[in-house]
T-cell receptor
């Protein structure tokens, strides 16, 4: 079974450039989550979607970050302009329903982002 | 009030020993407590989860103990194996909250099981 697919796996770019991270959730899942993982702050939820609609974006750090889910099988997280402090591993996760207590969140293998 | 505190930060256990990781939470509205296991280069994967209406849940070598009055829960790994070496995260969430299915994660524990 195909799990959550993220691309690219690694991204190295210079400060000020636009970065686009991509995610394909598990087929049939209707909730999608974007997380950021750093040594300092651990795992943080950035935003999540239910049925392609953003439900909670309170974790998005600032206006430089934006996320879209144009259809049930694709989501993007954009950073523009990127800054060195955005360097982290970004995870996408999906689940069958928004309530995590009923269905587990399945994580992708992440995108390791380095901003020089 | 949304914090989940996890300890220890790192843990070294001999093969066959018991690994114990502890978490404490503040928000009494939390009603779902999962543990996730993460291997290097991989995303976290759900290991086991518990609701506060039970004090213990066991799945194979993994057991969650839950103390509602103390607002604490712990993961016990019996007969620890080198393959269990990974980072473990506790988490908590509140079901039915309109603002979402926000999982609040602990800081993580890096477990090393020596052969």
């Amino acid at each position: 079974d195909a799990g959550v697919i993220q691309s690219p796996r690694h991204e190295v770019t210079e400060m000020g450039q636009e970065v686009t991270l991509r995610c394909k959730p598990i087929s049939g899942h209707n909730s999608l989550f974007w997380y950021r993982q750093t040594m300092m702050r651990g795992l943080e939820l950035l935003i999540y979607f239910n049925n392609n609609v953003p439900i909670d974006d309170s974790g998005m750090p600032e206006d430089r970050f934006s996320a879209k889910m144009p259809n049930a099988s694709f989501s993007t997280l954009k950073i523009q302009p990127s800054e060195p402090r955005d360097s982290a591993v970004y995870f996408c996760a999906s689940s069958f329903r928004a309530s995590v207590s009923n269905q587990p969140q399945h994580f992708g293998d992440g995108t390791r982002l380095s901003i020089l | 009030q949304q914090q989940v505190k996890q300890s220890p930060q790192s843990l070294i256990v001999q093969k066959g020993g018991i690994s114990i990781i502890n978490c404490a939470y503040e928000n009494t509205a939390f009603d779902y407590f999962p543990w996730y296991q993460q291997f290097p280069g991989k995303g976290p994967a759900l290991l086991i989860a518990i609701r506060p209406d039970v004090s213990e849940k066991k799945e194979g070598r993994f057991t969650i103990s839950f103390n509602k009055s103390a607002k604490q829960f712990s993961l016990h790994i019996m007969d620890s194996q080198p393959g269990d070496s990974a980072t473990y995260f506790c988490a908590a969430s509140r079901e039915g909250e309109t603002s979402g299915s926000r999982l609040t994660f602990g800081e993580g524990t890096q477990l090393t099981v020596n052969p």
